[in-house]
Structure formats: C-alpha cells, structure tokens
C-alpha cells in the first residue's frame, strides 16, 4: 500500500474532525500490505531453459528473459531469473534461496494449450546423472542436499519450428506473450496483497492458473 492510499485511510472526515463521539470509518478498508507490514516477500525464482539457437526450443528462456526484464522496471526485487540450456544438479542449490520456483520450457506437443503450468513434486530419476537433469529431479536433490522444499512449478509454453535460427516463430512469440500477460498481473498482485504465509497466495494463484489452463 503506497503512502497516498495510507494516507486517505488515515484522514478523517469533517464529521469525525469535529465531533469526537462520531465513531471514525474508514473510506477503504484498511488492507495490510507486504510493504507496510512485516510479512516478507515470496521469494520467487524462474529457472527457464532451452536451446535459443534451435528457435523455438528457447521459449523457456526467452520467458525467463522477458520476466527479469519487467521485474526489474517494476521494481520487484525478490523475483530472480536465470536461464540455461539444461537442467543440472547445480540448480538445486538455487532452490535453497527462494520461496516459489517456475521452472519454464518449450514443449513440442502439437495439441498442447499455447502454455500450461502444473505443480511439481520431487522425483528421483530412475538413472544417476548430473546433467539434463528433469525439474522433478531438480527438486529432489534439493532436498536430498540442502533440504530445501519450495513451492514448484512447471510452466510449459508450445514450440512450432525448431530450425537452427535464434528467433522465434511467430506461433510460439504469441504463445509467449500470452503466458507473460497472464503471469504479470498474479506475481504483481503479490507484492500488494498480504500473505498469510510467505508463499501463501502466490501458491493459491497458481492452482487458480491450472484449473483456468486445465492441467
């Protein structure tokens, strides 16, 4: 809540100024805020991956991109970006710094929704390696390692091409800007609306996000 709306709720009115006994009510009700109270802020990582040099493989990180970019003009300093063009046991150390991780990928379904995001729970891999590695898996070495337990996701978004060129197609650049507009308006009400827990609401979201998308 900025210092503006505090400031409306704080002023009485002339009823209020002049007759004391005249119990004071808000014009808004007071709505406690990550800002003014002492709750902490979800600590959000987007891990997206991909290959940007196989066109449309780069999705994942293309969206990663276009995240950090806006939360950084938006002044949303508790959520953090980072790409790679795999998935390996390093990423789980990562996860020990943050309350919520979105890990985000191209996908090659053809009859995938433009992009979908579902839960995810730790799940060891079947074989032993530290590389391309799965979200899944990211996620259980995570706790195996530093028992770190965030909140997961995997945000999937639908790939058309998959050339050797560094731009996407225009399929999937509308699959991407449709993930982007629906993802901005959650992870902005976050920072405005307080939480019950530091992941609380972000985690609410984001189960409202897979039953809209249908996963």
Partial sequence: MNEEHQGRQGHQGPANSLDPSVPFVPLVPAIPSLRSAALPLPR???CGYGNPGRQDDG?????????????MAAGLGHIHCRTDIQLNIEHALALTACDTVVFADATTEADAPPFRLRPLSPAPATAFSTHALTPETVLAWAVELYDAHPAAFLLTLRGE????????SPAAAANLEAALAFVKPIWNATCTV???????????????WSEHLGS
């Fill in 161 to 168: 091409s998959w050339n050797l060129e560094d731009s996407l």
């Fill in 59 to 71: 999705l994942g990180v293309r969206f990663a991109e276009c995240i950090e970019i806006w939360a």
């Fill in 194 to 208: 307080a939480l019950p827990s530091p992941t609380g609401k972000f985690v609410v979201e984001a189960e409202v």
């Fill in 44 to 46: 959000i990582l987007v």
